[in-house]
């Protein structure tokens, strides 16, 4: 027969353990947090790195397609839309991006042809700052 003592035995955690537990959690929390603290930053500079790689192929097309780069005042919306303006592109085969481009921090990318760093054109994200810094993502590096 099954006494009644063993019958109402409650099974659970005591504090301490609940105690254990917490504290281990906070020492692996305390070791992986300062670790991944910053990758944001070092990740959206990758994807402006990407998007500058993107943003030069359209620009090459542009080029094959209509003997040069688009004009600085044209600027980037020359891959989006057949400028109208000075020069007028001869065969214009765009759109060659498909939407604006906006770096990871939401700001244009800054374009200049013919460059100052390069022959060709310089394309450029002020980073998080938008000031020039060493955050700065460029074509020219």
Do not use: C
């Not at 759109?95 to 054109?121: C, F, S």
């Amino acid at each position: 027969m099954i006494d009644g003592t063993t019958m109402f035995r409650r099974r659970g955690f005591t504090l301490i353990e609940i105690m254990l537990v917490v504290i281990i959690i906070g020492a692996l929390a305390a070791m992986i947090v300062p670790r991944l603290a910053g990758r944001s930053e070092q990740a959206k500079a990758a994807v402006a790195k990407a998007d500058l790689m993107n943003i030069a192929t359209a620009l090459k097309l542009y080029e094959l397609d209509n003997g040069g780069f688009p004009a600085t005042a044209q600027g980037l919306a020359a891959l989006r839309e057949r400028p109208s303006g000075a020069p007028v592109p001869r065969n214009w085969n765009g759109p060659y991006l498909e939407k604006d481009p906006v770096d990871p921090w939401g700001n244009a990318y800054i374009y200049a042809a013919p460059g100052t760093h390069r022959p060709d054109y310089d394309l450029s994200s002020r980073g998080k700052d938008v000031a020039s810094a060493d955050d700065d993502v460029v074509n020219w590096q």
